[in-house]
Nanobody, 117 residues
Framework: VQLVESGGGLVQAGGSLRLSCAAS????????LAWYRQAPGKQRELVAS????????SYAEPVRGRFTISRDNDKNTMYLQMNNLKPEDTAVYYC???????????WGKGTLVTVSS
């Protein structure tokens, strides 16, 4: 499975961005998709996740109510709509895919989001 993120960039506080993650390869083996982020000097953290089957979602507390994760199974693409962005949202955002049966995780190379104050 290959994952490619896009949509990052520079935005002012209060603005919005939409990230995309395009998946290719044996995507039928993927059970869950997620967005992680890593800010400078900090550990990578989970932002939001979505089940490829049920579509159930979960969010980290700092982004709940501002970010929305979604997926288009026909396009093999996942999205992260980010609204009311804050400077503390500045990070490299990574796409993640999980195969629960094998326990294998797949990662994209990341896309940089910079929020200016």
């Amino acid at each position: 499975v290959q994952l490619v993120e896009s949509g990052g960039g520079l935005v002012q506080a209060g603005g919005s961005l939409r990230l995309s993650c395009a998946a290719s390869g044996n995507t039928f083996r993927i059970n869950a998709l997620a967005w992680y982020r890593q800010a400078p000097g900090k550990q990578r953290e989970l932002v939001a996740s979505i089940s490829t089957g049920s579509g159930s979602t979960s969010y980290a507390e700092p982004v709940r109510g501002r970010f929305t994760i979604s997926r288009d199974n026909d396009k093999n693409t996942m999205y992260l709509q980010m609204n009311n962005l804050k400077p503390e949202d500045t990070a490299v955002y990574y796409c993640n895919a999980e195969n629960w049966m094998s326990g294998v995780d797949y990662w994209g190379k990341g896309t940089l989001v910079t929020v200016s104050s």
